[in-house]
C-alpha cells in the first residue's frame, strides 16, 4: 500500500476550507482507493476515513463516490457523498457544500487529481 501525505491548500471556492488540515490518498487491495481527511490541529483534530469509487458522468469532469469506513450514516442522513471534479466548478453532495459552495471532499480530490493522484481521469 502506497501512502502520499500532502499538505491540502483550500480552492477559490465561495468559502474558503480552512478546516482542512491534512489528507492522505491510499491505495488498498483490489484497485480501491481510500481517502483520510483531517481537520483541526493538536489534540483538537480528527480525520474521517472514505472509500472513494470513480462513478461515470455524462456532464465531464470527473464523478467520485466516496463512502465512510464504517456503516454509519452521513450528516446528510444518505450513506455517501457524490463530488463532481470540473475544476474551479465542482460540486458535492455534504451540507458543507451546499450551504458555503466549498468543502473538504472537492478540495482534497481536486488536490489529488492535481498531484496525478486520480490519473486517467478528466478532471479539469
Known sequence: ????????????FTRPVASL???????????????????GKGRCASAKFYYVEEIPTQIGGGAFRLEPFNTDKLATGESE??????????????????????CKH???LL???????????DTE
Open 1 to 12: 500500500m502506497s501512502t502520499l501525505r500532502v499538505r491540502v491548500a483550500p480552492i477559490a
Open 81 to 102: 457523498y457524490v463530488v463532481l471534479l470540473a475544476g474551479p466548478d465542482s460540486s458535492c453532495t455534504c451540507p458543507g457544500h451546499c450551504y458555503t459552495g466549498g
Open 21 to 39: 488540515t491534512g489528507a492522505q490518498l491510499h491505495d488498498l487491495d483490489g484497485g480501491r482507493l481510500a481517502l483520510a481527511l483531517v481537520t
Open 111 to 121: 488536490a489529488f487529481a492535481a498531484e496525478g493522484r486520480l490519473a486517467g481521469r
Open 106 to 108: 472537492a478540495s482534497a
